[in-house]
């Protein structure tokens, strides 16, 4: 015979629980946001270096070696990861849209993506206890 003590003390555990799973989701989906965010902002100053040496240094852009093309779709395939990683946190972590389409561009404007790495960890930490 089942008394309404044990159902009450039943709740809170499913709680703690469902809670320590939803942890668990976030901080996975926070390593994987923060790694995307660090290659894709080591792959934009990349992109940006080879831009300033193929249109300021030389003289004829045509004459930059050929594996200089390879940088910018190298960034460009990390930042549709960092895009996926970033909505991905984006929708585990409950961020508004706003804080989403802001974290999403921060992979477009060198070294800002390592700026909004460093605050969205923070901010992620402190709200989830992590």
């Known amino acids: 015979m089942s008394t309404g003590k044990e159902a009450s003390t039943a709740t809170p555990a499913g709680t703690a629980a469902q809670q320590s799973e939803k942890q668990k989701k976030v901080a996975?989906?926070?390593?994987?946001?923060?790694?995307?965010?660090?290659?894709?902002?080591l792959w934009l100053l990349f992109l940006t270096g080879e831009m300033v040496y193929k249109y300021l240094i030389l003289e004829n852009s045509a004459d930059a070696p050929s594996w200089l093309f390879y940088i910018g779709q190298i960034h460009g395939l990390f930042y549709m990861l960092y895009l996926v990683?970033?909505?991905?946190?984006?929708?585990?972590?409950?961020?508004?849209a706003g804080t989403t389409v802001a974290t999403a561009l921060a992979g477009t404007i060198p070294f800002l993506s390592f700026v909004f790495e460093h605050k969205r960890t923070i901010q992620v930490k402190s709200d989830y206890n992590l």
């Open 28 to 41: 996975s989906a926070l390593v994987r946001y923060r790694v995307l965010a660090w290659i894709t902002g």
């Open 85 to 96: 990683f970033t909505v991905d946190l984006a929708i585990k972590a409950r961020w508004k």
